[in-house]
Nanobody, 124 residues
């Protein structure tokens, strides 16, 4: 399973930064493609980042490109989402996800394992 740990959600001012963390238990993240999704009230769950382990490539939608960064520390079995220059429209519940399917990562919800979600609120 995936669990949110460490700095995981809360209130941050516009322009601020926040790092989300998900720790894996019961399996090794090193062989899994990982991703982060978010969902605002009334909206669908959209991918904001993914990381492919085969070639270490990443993918981001235009809405967060240049501001968000996904990374993984396999020694800690943890995936991170670093969020900088946050905007009010980034307010959502954020979910980490993982899949053992090979190939390039996807921003579509093609993932078997999901974290419980963390509320991120960007407001002054």
């Amino acid at each position: 399973q995936l669990q949110r740990v460490e700095s995981g959600g809360g209130l941050v001012q516009p322009g601020g930064s926040m790092r989300l963390s998900c720790a894996a238990s019961g399996f090794a993240l090193a062989t899994f493609n990982v991703a982060w999704f978010r969902q605002a009230p009334g909206n669908e769950r959209d991918g904001v980042s993914c990381l492919s382990r085969s070639n270490r490539s990443t993918n981001y939608p235009d809405s967060v490109k240049g501001r968000f960064n996904i990374s993984a520390d396999d020694r800690k079995n943890t995936v991170y989402l670093q969020m900088d220059s946050l905007k009010p429209e980034d307010t959502a519940i954020y979910y980490c996800a993982a899949t053992d399917r090979p190939g390039a990562c996807a921003l579509a919800p093609r993932y078997e394992l999901w974290g419980q979600g963390a509320q991120v609120t960007v407001s002054s």
